[in-house]
């Protein structure tokens, strides 16, 4: 026996009643290039098996092992007889070695992904339970068990009951009513897919109430037999049915494109061969094509389906964001493109397989603008949960991991942008990193009246740990009666010479003015808006906070902000959220990945609160500061919302970190004259801002807007 048969197991999974396992991995001679032959040799303990080859381009690639080799398989183990270990042989080709895996017939493999009862689901979250117990500790633990008792209160199928209610016979009056009815192209690779995944896929197609669609089929050279005349029998039943059957296999991207070659409609939408489509899905697509004929990219939410037709996991995404776009692709499915943009761009690249819709989407973007994007907020696509596909266990396809990344960085590449993308904090999500182009000086703005221990907090974390070294601060004083406020202040200037200085703002507490004010003194090409009560974490929080500032699209820049017990305290900010603005994710523990890895990711927002705010002040002066009217509350949402005006990006870093110890210097709006000024700026937001208010597109209206933790809209 030697070790040049290298032999991955991926998953063995288990049918509900029968206890029929199913085995995937990938078995490779690595010194010939070749896929060993697998064996099944006690076969006494079942009744019968069926072994399956399978294309695995992660191992190809890595390896680099010509794309007709089947280094994957599937392995159906049926009618265990005995609970014993089966051996699993794998022979080279020419016979001269093998190696063996054992599996264990008696242990209680998992359920397939969707067919587990209320017990097996339990447990499956003990298991995550536990797992997010090793990474972020007892304490976040328990608080993350706490806001998902909340969530839970409101489950995505009594949601599904409250919302999803169709007129079809109103629907269908809509669209004989429609002036434009654009054909919509279906691009669609297909290969080796099992037989009723394949027929769901397609009839959720010809139930579509939008008739004037086509459906381009590529099958990718299926070895199954059985998909070729699935294939043609679809295409003798339907003319708008077309099929191009592939001599060679070229992996998703080029089967994609054979596609794409069919179509002849002006939009094609993307669908992947065992996905399904709602019957609503090109009716919603055409409906807003109707409202604005110059879009060039709709996109809407999707949920995931099981293999019993169970619906689960709904990504209610927000409308278009350009930062959350380059660290993961939340824009995914239902993608529908104008096709000849997608001609221009040249389709799908070879090279990106398993994210090569990610690839597409970033430089179709590149052609086209914003206002021709448009985000349908409902679910027009199910996701199949299969035992070996990423929308159960995105370990499963490692590659298409490695392809995202280099998507992102042909990205940054094609822009001119400086800079590098690295891997996130897990699968499918990204970091960017830009060079700093120019070291321009920071002004770091400080209101305080007395606070002594905040404000030696707060300043030397900032001289002690911020590896961004040309900045100054300014500490506006509001009146400070503390004798040791200037001995304080004195001890700063000596460490920092000119680059420390105090204006004293002797007026009646006006958060708005006072910055204004201060602004004024400001030396620096940008403005750090910087709270009293905050201290520094992350070293690199000014660096990274400069680096997309200076960008021309970025308007305000925002930071993590952590309670001193490492929940979040601030990571975005989003309207209507608890009446007129919240803060999302707030007491979501630090190490939590949030709504769909939305706290490990540089999200767009309309706002990020003043606590710690970059800007450049051109932008500042352009909108005329802080709006002085608002003395104490959203003042900082007003100034985003004014920057957003401008037509720029407002974005929230989840690596410029600080902790925030949240109204220790003045106290809560909720008693007297404080909670009368608190209504009178409320209403004023409503009056300047309802449009917003009532319906922030960074957010998503499926959502609640009760609570911050992204359960479902009642």
């Known amino acids: ?260 070659a069919l179509a002849t409609g002006e939009f094609v939408a993307l669908l992947d061969n065992d996905d399904e489509l709602p019957r609503i899905a090109f009716y919603e697509v055409v409906k807003a094509l109707n409202e604005n004929p110059e879009l060039d990219l709709i996109y809407s939410d999707e949920d995931k389906i099981d293999m019993e037709g169970n619906r689960s996991d709904p990504s209610f995404k927000p409308d278009w964001s350009p930062d959350l776009l380059l660290g993961t692709n939340y824009i995914s499915h239902l993608g529908v493109y104008r096709k000849t943009i997608l001609e221009e761009i040249g389709g799908f690249r070879k090279g990106y397989e398993g994210s090569q819709d990610y690839d597409l989407v970033l430089r179709f973007t590149e052609k086209t603008t914003s206002d021709r994007i448009k985000h349908i907020a409902k679910v027009l696509y199910h996701w199949r949960m299969l035992p070996t596909s990423t929308a159960v266990d995105q370990s499963s396809k490692g590659y298409a991991f490695e392809a995202g990344l280099r998507a992102v960085q042909d990205a940054l590449v094609r822009r001119e942008i400086k800079g590098h993308a690295t891997h996130g904090r897990a699968n499918g999500l990204y970091d960017v990193y830009y060079d700093i182009e120019s070291e ?133 900010v989003i309207l209507g959220l608890g009446g007129i603005a919240g803060h999302g994710h707030y007491g979501y523990p630090h190490g939590d990945l949030g709504y769909f890895g939305k706290l490990a990711l540089n999200v767009d927002y309309l706002a990020v609160t003043a606590a710690c705010l970059l800007m450049k002040k051109q932008d500042f002066d352009a909108v005329s500061g802080f709006d002085e009217d608002f003395t104490v509350a959203f003042n900082d949402v007003d100034l985003c919302l004014k920057v957003k005006e401008l037509g720029r990006d407002n974005v929230w870093l989840h690596e410029a970190e600080l902790y925030h110890f949240e109204s220790q210097t003045r106290g809560y709006d909720d008693k007297g004259k404080k909670k009368k000024r608190f209504e009178k700026e409320k209403a004023m937001m409503e009056h300047k801002w309802s449009t917003l208010i009532e319906d922030d597109p960074f957010y998503n209206p499926n959502l609640t807007r009760e609570i911050p933790n992204f359960s479902y809209r009642d």
């Open 1 to 260: 026996m030697n070790d040049e048969i290298k032999i991955i197991i991926d998953s063995i999974y288990r049918e509900k009643q029968t206890n029929n396992l199913t085995i995937t991995g990938w078995a490779l001679n690595t010194d010939s290039k070749s896929s060993p032959v697998i064996s099944i040799d006690n076969q006494e303990q079942v009744s019968s098996y069926d072994i399956k080859r399978v294309l695995r381009e992660d191992v190809n690639q890595i390896y680099e092992v010509d794309s007709d080799v089947l280094a994957g398989f599937s392995i159906q183990l049926e009618g265990i007889q005995k609970k014993n270990k089966l051996e699993v042989r794998f022979i080279s080709e020419d016979g001269q070695s093998s190696e063996s895996e054992w599996i264990d017939l008696g242990k209680k493999h998992p359920l397939i992904p969707g067919t587990e009862d209320k017990m097996a689901r339990l447990m499956i979250k003990v298991h995550k339970g536990i797992s997010y117990l090793k990474r972020n500790g007892i304490k976040s633990t328990i608080q993350r068990v706490k806001i998902e008792k909340i969530r839970n209160q409101s489950s995505y199928p009594s949601w599904l009951e409250r919302n999803e209610h169709f007129d079809f016979e109103q629907i269908k009056a809509e669209i004989a009513g429609f002036q434009y009815q654009p054909k919509i192209s279906i691009a669609m690779p297909v290969y080796n897919v099992e037989e009723k995944w394949l027929r769901r896929c397609i009839d959720s197609i010809l139930i579509q109430d939008y008739q004037n669609w086509e459906l381009c089929m590529a099958d990718d050279a299926s070895t199954d037999l059985r998909v070729k005349e699935l294939l043609t029998e679809y295409s003798n039943l339907d003319e708008r049915i077309n099929v191009f059957f592939r001599p060679e296999n070229g992996h998703i991207s080029e089967a994609t494109n054979s596609a794409l």
């Open 440 to 572: 321009d000086l920071v002004s770091i703005i400080i209101p305080t009246k007395n606070g002594y221990k905040d404000v030696k907090r707060c300043v030397s974390s900032i001289i002690e740990k911020t590896t961004y070294k040309n900045y100054e601060i300014i500490i506006a004083d509001n009146g400070s009666t503390d004798e040791k406020m200037k001995e304080l202040y004195d001890s700063f200037a000596q460490q920092l010479n000119e680059r420390f200085r105090v204006v004293v703002i002797d007026i009646p507490f006006n958060f708005s003015k006072i910055n204004n004010i201060a602004a004024k003194e400001a030396k620096g090409n940008y403005l750090l808006f910087l709270n009293n009560d905050t201290e520094v974490i992350n070293a690199d929080w000014l660096k990274l906070m400069v680096s997309f500032g200076q960008q021309e699209r970025i308007g305000c820049v925002g930071a993590k902000l952590l309670y001193p017990n490492n929940t979040i305290q601030h990571a975005g």
